[in-house]
């Protein structure tokens, strides 16, 4: 019995919207940076906030922070309005800025006491949890370094290790690893899936969809102030009517032959450039790739590499928007 009222405790506790956004409006003069915005996380997620630059993230996490007054809408975090003075509930929050914000004249080690120390007031308590974040991050060789000395990747790892060492239950994460070497890149995405398994809840911002598609469990796409789709990233792949795309390089047709790969089944576009580059678009179906290739050895055609690709959620982006997540 105790063992069963303890599960439900727990999925209980899963179920919990940690953030509840409802109509968020935010305007900067005459441009409408966030536009109905609306977003629920539960506790327990890595959310990715995914979209092309300037379509609102750092906008929505910062009204989120009560940084920005905003001009209509509601934000609840752990079930309370969140206000400038809403300490208690600041405190339960971790930040790592999408600039790197630390203090120059301040030491790897002082910069983490120091931001530690705005929530921790226990100088025994402080120092352990320096010491986890700087073993966290991989800074131990370098606690006496002024930040002018770092790399750029050990930078971000200091900029992380600031916003996470007093071990906050949601930790909010823009764009961490922008002009970041793939090293420090693997290093901090690994990192966030370890804090995720700590018991942390994780929201993400990124233009880089490889890496949101790596370590989120849902994701929001964001275009314009507003949310295009939210979900897995498999149900976001499954919105979409790209199921495969087939990609054949040195290939030369004709026109006939070309409207007749457009009438194959589960063909719905192709495109045929003066590089002679076939792209195929299927709706998901099997053996797409064996009734081209078959095609193609009827006519006697000739060609070079074949590609043959799942959905990306540029695909959704592209079929949702009509342009690229990278224009
Ligand atoms: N302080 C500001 N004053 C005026 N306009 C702003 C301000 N901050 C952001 N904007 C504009 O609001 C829109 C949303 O910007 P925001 O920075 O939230 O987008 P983002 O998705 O975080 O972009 P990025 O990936 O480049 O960080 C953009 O058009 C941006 O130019």
Same mark, same amino acid.
């Given at each position: 019995?105790?063992?069963?009222?303890?599960?439900?405790?727990?999925?209980?506790?899963?179920?919990?919207?940690?953030?509840?956004?409802?109509?968020?409006?935010?305007?900067?003069?005459?441009?409408?940076?966030?536009?109905?915005?609306?977003?629920?996380?539960?506790?327990?997620?890595?959310?990715?906030?995914?979209?092309?630059?300037?379509?609102?993230?750092?906008?929505?996490?910062?009204?989120?922070?009560?940084?920005?007054?905003?001009?209509?809408?509601?934000?609840?975090?752990?079930?309370?309005?969140?206000?400038?003075?809403?300490y208690d509930l600041k405190r339960q929050i971790g930040v790592v800025p999408q600039n790197v914000a630390v203090f120059e004249q301040m030491t790897v080690l002082e910069n983490i006491d120091y931001f530690c120390g705005l929530y921790v007031k226990n100088r025994e308590e402080r120092k352990r949890l320096t010491e986890e974040a700087i073993a966290f991050t991989g800074l131990e060789d370098y606690r006496k370094m002024f930040p002018r000395k770092l790399s750029g990747g050990l930078l971000r790892r200091l900029n992380i290790a600031c916003g996470i060492a007093h071990q906050p239950r949601l930790i909010i994460m823009d764009e961490p690893t922008v002009a970041v070497d793939p090293q420090s890149r693997n290093r901090i995405l690994?990192?966030?899936?370890?804090?995720?398994?700590?018991?942390?809840?994780? %929201?993400? =911002?990124?233009?880089?969809? /490889?890496?949101?598609?790596? !370590?989120?469990?849902?994701?929001? $796409?964001?275009?314009? &102030?507003?949310? %295009?789709? =939210?979900?897995?990233?498999? /149900?976001?792949?499954?919105? !979409?009517?790209?199921?495969?795309? $087939?990609?054949?390089? &040195?290939?030369?047709?004709?026109?006939?032959?070309?409207? /007749?790969i457009r009438g194959l089944p589960h063909v719905f576009e192709t495109y045929y450039d003066e590089k002679n580059m076939l792209t195929v678009k299927c709706t998901s179906a099997r053996h797409n790739l064996v009734r081209l290739l078959n095609y193609l050895q009827e006519q006697e055609v000739a060609f070079g590499r074949v590609l043959s690709e799942l959905p990306t959620l540029n695909d959704v982006f592209l079929e949702i928007t009509g342009k690229e997540l990278r224009d």
């Open positions: 019995m105790a063992v069963i009222q303890q599960c439900s405790f727990i999925c209980r506790k899963r179920e919990v919207n940690m953030i509840h956004i409802e109509n968020l409006v935010k305007r900067y003069g005459n441009l409408v940076a966030l536009d109905h915005f609306n977003l629920d996380i539960r506790e327990g997620e890595i959310f990715g906030l995914l979209g092309p630059n300037g379509s609102g993230k750092t906008t929505a996490i910062n009204c989120l922070l009560a940084l920005l007054k905003y001009d209509k809408g509601t934000i609840t975090v752990f079930g309370e309005e969140m206000h400038p003075d809403s690994e990192g966030i899936q370890e804090l995720n398994r700590k018991g942390a809840t994780v %929201i993400y =911002t990124s233009h880089y969809m /490889e890496e949101v598609e790596q !370590i989120c469990s849902r994701i929001m $796409i964001m275009d314009h &102030g507003r949310s %295009i789709a =939210t979900g897995t990233a498999e /149900e976001l792949k499954r919105m !979409i009517k790209t199921g495969e795309t $087939i990609i054949i390089e &040195g290939i030369a047709l004709t026109e006939a032959q070309l409207e /007749e």
